[in-house]
C-alpha cells in the first residue's frame, strides 16, 4: 500500500511563500512520476505541477509558472512544491499524487492518470 501525506500548508499573506513537502512511502519510490494539484472551495480539482520519474523535468499549469518549482528527492521519498509570490486564488487545499511511470519523456496532467493520493493540505492566501 502505498501511502502520500503532504505537509507545510498553512496561512501567509499574499506575496508570501510557503514550500509544501509530500512523503511517500513506497520502495520504489524514484520509478514515480509525482503531480500536485489543488482544490478551491466550489471547484472541480486542477493540475498544478508535475515532475518526471526519471529526470526531474517539470511542467506547470499557466497560472502558477514562474512562481512555484516541484522537486524531488528520491534519497527522502519526497516531493516538494515551492511556492512563491502566493496570490488569494492560490487558497485551495492542495493534494500530490503518484503513478508508477515507465514512460520518459511526458507529463501527467489529469486526475484520472494518477494512482495515488494524499490526504491534502490547506493553503490560505490573505489579501
Known amino acids: 500500500q502505498v501511502q502520500l501525506v503532504e505537509s507545510g500548508g498553512g496561512l501567509v499573506q499574499a506575496g508570501g511563500s510557503l514550500r509544501l513537502s509530500c512523503a511517500v512511502n513506497g520502495r520504489t519510490f524514484s520509478r514515480y512520476a509525482m503531480g500536485w494539484f489543488r482544490q478551491a472551495p466550489g471547484k472541480e480539482r486542477e493540475f498544478v505541477a508535475a515532475i518526471r520519474w526519471n529526470s526531474g523535468s517539470t511542467y506547470y499549469a499557466d497560472s502558477v509558472k514562474g512562481r512555484f518549482t516541484i522537486s524531488r528527492d528520491n534519497a527522502k521519498n519526497t516531493v516538494y512544491l515551492q511556492m512563491n509570490s502566493l496570490k488569494p486564488e492560490d487558497t485551495a487545499v492542495y493534494y500530490c499524487?503518484?503513478?508508477?511511470?515507465?514512460?520518459?519523456?511526458?507529463?501527467?496532467?489529469?486526475?484520472?492518470?494518477?494512482?495515488?493520493w494524499g490526504q491534502g493540505t490547506q493553503v490560505t492566501v490573505s489579501s
Open positions: 499524487a503518484a503513478v508508477t511511470s515507465f514512460q520518459s519523456s511526458y507529463y501527467y496532467t489529469q486526475l484520472k492518470e494518477y494512482d495515488y
